[in-house]
């Protein structure tokens, strides 16, 4: 019996989530040029490509190396592009954008300088990320929502949003350099009693 062929399909998931980095450049430019209804609209055909590469991926075992690198990538190009263009037209206070920033700035520094000083380093999220990245993109979504036409959420509201986004990014931005300095310093002492 002769094996059977992949699928062509099977490079579904990362076309969707190259489509989803293309959509952070209009989404950017609409949020910038005030069009909210329209970056509502892009925002959740961003939302509904990432829900559908991974429904994909997972479903038909389409999962590749690729897939597990851009996929968060496009998550953090859309997430950053949101957050800058949200403060550049005073959305929300400045120290956020640079807060929100700066988390995943250190991340990825930590990230550098532990494969070039420790050893290989694998990019599981922890539970606290993922839950980061859930508020960041509720936070993102609700901001756009309220700077439409439809409807204004209150202001209180918004306020208690800004803050729970911002105390969830320091903490998993702090639960980051534990987890890696922790995972450092035992490597570290290990080679020295080898």
């Known amino acids: 019996m002769p094996p059977t062929r ?51 991926a997972k479903h038909f075992d389409w999962q590749s190396w690729i897939g597990g690198i851009i996929d968060p990538i496009a998550d953090k190009l859309m997430l950053i592009g949101c957050f800058v263009s949200l403060g550049l037209v005073g959305a929300h206070p400045e120290w956020l954008t640079w807060l929100v920033v700066g988390r995943d700035v250190l991340i990825v520094a930590g990230a550098i300088a532990y494969h070039a000083f420790v050893g290989r380093i694998s990019g599981e999220p922890t539970l606290l990320s993922k839950i980061n990245t859930c508020v960041q993109i509720v936070y993102v979504l609700l901001q756009l929502v309220h700077l439409t036409t439809w409807f204004e959420l209150p202001p209180a509201a918004m306020t208690f949003a800004i803050y729970v986004t911002a105390a969830i990014t320091i903490v998993s931005g702090l639960q980051y350099v534990a987890i890696w300095s922790a995972k450092a310093l035992r490597i570290r002492a290990r080679e020295r009693t080898q």
């Open 6 to 56: 992949p699928s062509p399909l099977r490079h579904l998931p990362n076309a969707l989530t190259a489509l989803r980095m293309l959509l952070v450049i209009p989404l950017v430019w609409l949020i910038r040029d005030r069009r909210y209804d329209a970056a509502v609209i892009v925002a959740l055909i961003a939302g509904f490509t990432d829900a559908l590469d991974g429904w994909l």
